[in-house]
C-alpha cells in the first residue's frame, strides 16, 4: 500500500515493516507462469527500504523505447513520483521504469522532486534517452524523506542484470503488505500476429479506485500508438481498477502503467475502434481484472473476497456508483467477515449511495439466492443456503435496481480484525 | 442504531440484541440534569422488542399540539416511520411522538406501512387529534415485519402513566447498541422571557450525517410558528448532526424531530432572523451539538473521539466535505486507535477528499502541535507531544487549508475491533 508514515527522527527509513500477516486464503496456489515479453528486460535488487533487506527495488528496461500509457491517482495529495509521471507521460515513450517498496516519496516537499528528477536522471544515463522517458513509482511510509542515494546506487547493477521475464520477483519487490505476489498474463492476435500481455501489481490497503489503485504494470509487445494505448488503458481501468475497493482511501501514489514495445511486429493500429484491436482491447481489460480481483482477494485482513454485480441501472455510473457504495460499507463488511446474511445492510448501503434508486424495485440476491424484492424480504426467504455461501471465501452478492438496462462489477473483501491489527500499529 | 437484519423464520422479533459493550470512556459520569418542558408529558414502556424485556417503547404527548419542525435521513431506502413523518411534518404540528427500539420498521412493504398507520391511528384516537398530528420513529433491525398491536397495545397504558420530565428514562428506551443514555438542555430568552430547550438522542452505529444521523428529538417550551422553526431546525442540523458520522453508513431511519410547546408564553416570533431569537438559534444548535458529541464518543466500538477542525477552507461545504473524508477513513481512524501519530494518512483523506484542496498550503496540527506544512514535515518536528495526546481519549485533528475564510468542525470516533465485534456478530 502506499502508506504513510512519520518522519519521527527516532525511525530509520529501514524501519518499514514487513507485515507478517498471514497468507489471504484468496491468493492462487502459485504465482502464473508467465512469458518474457519480447523488449522487456527488468531486474530487482535491495535498497534497503524493507526491514529484512528483502528486494525493494525494481528497473524495467525498453530497448527500444515503448509507447505508454498511464492512469495516475487523482488524490490532490500526490507522490513527487506521480508528479513526475503526469509530467512525464504526455511525450509518450518509455525507455526506463524504476519502482521502489518501503517509501512513497510522498509529501516529501522539494527534496522529494530532487529524488525524483536524480533518479531519472541516472537512469537515463545508462539508456542513453531524455530522462522524460524513465517512469518512476514509489511506494511506502509518506512523510519521510527518500534519499536519492538509496536509488541511484543500485540502478548500474540492476541495468547490467536486467534480463527477459522475471516476473515473480518483480511483483515480490513492488509488494508491500501484500501477503502474495499478484500477476497475470494472456495472448491474443492483432492483424493475425500473436501478441503477449503481461501485468503485475500489489496491494493491499489505502486501495480505492479514483483513480487506477496501488501500482500495476502492464507489458505488451504489441505495436500500439501510445494516443491509442492510452485510450485502451483507460477504458480498461474503468472496468477493473476503477471498479475495485478495499477501504475507500485513495493512494497519494496510484500508478498504473502500460508499455507496447511493439516487438510482435504486426503492422501499427492507429485507432483505438480498430476492429483488428477488439480481440486486444478484450485481453489488455481481462488481464486488468484478474489482477484487481487478485488486490481484492489480499486486501489488508481479507478472509473473503466479494464480488458485487449491480445491474438494472440508468447508466454504468449508477452502477459503479451503487457497487461501491456495498463495496465501501463497514457494516456489510464486517456482516460479511461475521458470516451473517445481514442483507438489509446492503440495502442500507443502495440507499446512502446518492444513486436516485428506488426502494421498491430493488432485487437482491446473495450467492444466487433472492433474498429480498418490491420493498421487503423474499416470501418464504430461507436463509439457510444463503448462510453457507457466506462461510466460503468467494462471496458473491447481486443487486438488481429495476430501472434501466445499465451494469457494472465491483471487487472488494470483508472487514475483518486483521485490517485492525495491519493498520493500528503499522508504523510500530 | 437503525440496524438492519434478516427476517429468518427462526428468529423471534424479540431476540433483538442489547450489546454488552462496555460503557464508553467518553461517556459523562452522569445523565445531565434535566428540567421537564411545559407542555411535554412522556411515558417508557416495553413492548418486548429488546431481548432482555427493557423498555422499548416511548411516547411523548404535547397538550396542547405543539409546532414540528423535522430533518429525515435522505436514504433511497427509508424506513416506514420516516416516509410518514415526511408526510405529517407539513402541517407542522404534534401532539404525539411514538417511538420505539428494536425493529426499524424498515423495508417491510405495505405490512410496514399498515403498522404506522394503526400505530397513529391509535395515538391519534387518545389523543383526539388527527392521525397527522403523530409523529413516529423506530429503530432497530431492518427487514423484520414489525407487528403493530406490540405498539398499539402498550400505549393506552403510556397515555395514562404521560408525565412532564423523564428524559432519563426516555433516553434509555431509544436506545440500541448505545452503551450510554444521551441528554442535553439549556436555558435562554425570547423577549426577556426564560426559554427550556431539552434534547435527547441515540447512536450509535449506522452514523453518517445525510442528513440527520440516528434518533434526536428537542422540546422547547418556545412559541415558534413551525415554518420559522424549521428554518432554525436546519441551520442547527446543519453544523451538529450534519457534521457527525461513526462509519459513514447512513441509516435508513435518521429522525430528527424538534418540538416547540409555546408554553412559555412569549410573543411568537414570526422569522427566523429576528434579533429576538439569536440566542435561542444559539442555544438549540449547542444543544443539538451536545448530542451529536455524545453519539460521536458513543459510536460502536469507540475508545477516543476525534474532533476535526479544518480551517482556511473555499467555503463551508468544502470544510465539511474535506473534515468528513478524514472522519471516514479507516486509515485514519486505525492510526488513532492505534495511537500512532501516522499524520500522513490525514494528508491521504484531504487528498482523496474531492475537495479542490492544494497539498502545499495545508498545514495539519494534532493535539495542538504542528506537524505538517508546506507540502512537508515541519522542521524539526517532535512526535513526542502527539504520541501523548494521542493516549488521550479526546483527539483533536486540526486541518488548514489556506485557501479561504470558511470553517467547520466535524466529529467522529476511533475504529476499533469493538465496532467488528459489535457488527460482525449482530444478529447472533
Redesign the interface.
Known amino acids: 500500500m502506499?502508506?504513510?508514515?512519520?518522519?519521527?527522527?527516532?525511525r530509520s527509513p529501514s524501519s518499514f515493516p514487513i507485515m507478517a500477516a498471514s497468507r489471504s486464503p484468496l491468493a492462487p496456489p502459485h504465482f502464473p507462469d508467465m512469458p518474457a515479453v519480447a523488449g522487456v528486460a527488468s531486474a530487482v535488487g535491495a535498497c534497503g527500504l524493507k526491514a529484512d533487506g528483502a528486494a525493494d527495488l525494481w528497473l524495467a528496461v525498453m530497448a527500444p523505447a515503448g509507447a505508454v500509457a498511464g492512469v495516475l491517482?487523482r488524490?490532490?495529495?500526490?507522490s513527487a513520483p506521480v508528479d513526475w509521471c503526469r509530467g512525464a507521460l504526455g511525450q509518450g515513450r518509455v525507455r526506463a521504469i524504476v519502482v521502489n517498496a518501503g517509501n512513497a516519496n510522498?509529501?516529501?516537499?522539494?527534496?522529494?522532486r530532487a529524488t525524483v528528477e536524480a533518479t531519472a536522471a541516472a537512469a537515463a544515463g545508462l539508456a542513453g534517452c531524455g530522462p522524460e522517458q524513465v517512469m518512476i513509482a514509489s511506494t511506502g511510509?509518506?512523510?519521510e524523506p527518500l534519499d536519492a542515494a538509496r536509488l541511484t546506487g543500485p540502478l548500474p547493477a540492476l541495468w547490467r542484470a536486467a534480463a527477459p521475464g522475471g516476473w515473480p520477483a518483480a511483483a515480490a519487490a513492488i509488494g508491500t503488505t501484500d501477503t502474495f505476489p499478484k500477476g497475470a498474463s494472456a495472448q491474443t492476435t492483432i492483424h493475425g500476429q500473436a501478441v503477449t500481455v503481461v501485468g503485475i501489481a500489489k496491494g493491499s490497503?489505502?486501495i480505492?479506485p479514483?483513480m487506477a489503485t496501488m501500482l500495476a504494470f502492464v507489458f505488451t509487445d504489441a505495436a500500439i500508438p501510445a494516443p491509442v494505448l492510452q485510450r485502451l488503458t483507460e477504458r480498461a481501468n474503468a472496468v477493473s481498477f476503477n471498479c475495485l475497493t478495499v477501504?475507500?482511501?485513495?493512494?497519494?501514489s496510484d500508478t498504473l502503467l502500460v508499455v507496447a514495445t511493439g516487438a510482435a511486429g504486426h503492422p501499427p493500429v492507429a485507432d483505438a475502434d480498430d476492429p483488428a484491436l477488439a480481440g486486444f482491447a478484450d485481453t489488455l481489460a481481462r488481464v486488468m481484472v484478474d489482477l484487481a480481483r487478485q488486490v481484492a482477494g489480499d486486501g489488508e485482513g481479507a478472509r473473503k473476497r466479494i464480488t458485487i454485480m449491480v445491474s438494472g441501472a440508468a447508466d454504468p455510473d449508477m452502477a459503479r456508483q451503487v457497487g461501491l457504495a456495498i463495496a465501501?460499507?463497514?457494516?456489510v463488511k464486517?456482516?460479511i467477515?461475521?458470516e451473517?446474511?445481514?442483507?438489509?445492510?446492503i440495502?442500507?448501503?443502495?440507499?446512502?449511495?446518492g444513486?436516485?434508486?428506488?426502494?421498491?424495485r430493488?432485487a437482491i440476491r446473495i450467492g444466487g439466492v433472492a433474498?429480498?424484492a418490491?420493498?421487503?424480504?423474499v416470501a418464504g426467504?430461507?436463509?439457510t443456503p444463503v448462510a453457507r455461501h457466506l462461510r466460503g471465501h468467494e462471496i458473491d452478492i447481486a443487486v438488481d435496481l429495476g430501472l434501466g438496462p445499465s451494469a457494472a462489477t465491483v471487487w472488494t473483501c470483508d472487514?475483518?480484525?486483521g485490517?485492525?491489527d495491519i493498520?493500528?500499529?503499522?508504523?510500530?
Open positions: 502506499a502508506e504513510i508514515g512519520s518522519p519521527s527522527p527516532d491517482t488524490s490532490r495529495c500526490p510522498a509529501y516529501t516537499g522539494a527534496a522529494g511510509v509518506i512523510g490497503g489505502m480505492a479514483d477501504d475507500g482511501d485513495t493512494s497519494t465501501n460499507s463497514p457494516l464486517t456482516a467477515a461475521g451473517d446474511a445481514n442483507w438489509g445492510r440495502v442500507m448501503a443502495v440507499g446512502k449511495s444513486a436516485p434508486t428506488d426502494r421498491d430493488l433474498v429480498a418490491e420493498g421487503r424480504a426467504y430461507d436463509e472487514l475483518t480484525h485490517y485492525i493498520n493500528a500499529s503499522y508504523r510500530s
